[in-house]
């Protein structure tokens, strides 16, 4: 039997709910990146990133091509990147709103 669809989008969105993985694919958003860029770019050991980017492309987010002794990342969608610029645009209001609060808050005291 497949999984429901909300399980599969609790199951895509729990993929994401990584850090690194998240960092990763925001620097991907400028376009294909060897790993020692990405490694410069992220405070996290070879072995992490290399799990992480593992992880990504079972998911299907990222794909990866070797050109010579080098691997290279890219975004396998341009939807990634749009769903990241979403949850920018969401997380801004939503902490507007709570500056919005503890402005109100402050004034109280």
Do not use: C, W
């Not at 770019?41 to 987010?61: F, K, M, T, Y």
Request: hydrophobic share 50%.
């Amino acid at each position: 039997m497949p999984l429901p669809l909300y399980q599969a989008k609790a199951e895509f969105f729990r993929m994401l709910g990584h850090p690194v993985r998240i960092r990763v694919l925001e620097l991907l958003q400028a376009g294909p990146t060897p790993v020692r860029e990405l490694l410069a770019e992220l405070d996290v050991e070879p072995s992490s990133l290399s799990q992480q980017l593992a992880q990504l492309r079972r998911a299907g987010l990222v794909t990866a091509t070797r050109e010579g002794s080098t691997v290279v990342y890219a975004m396998a969608s341009t939807d990634v990147a749009d769903l990241l610029r979403v949850a920018r645009r969401i997380l801004t209001e939503v902490l507007v709103d709570q500056n919005i609060l503890l402005a109100e808050l402050r004034a109280a005291d």
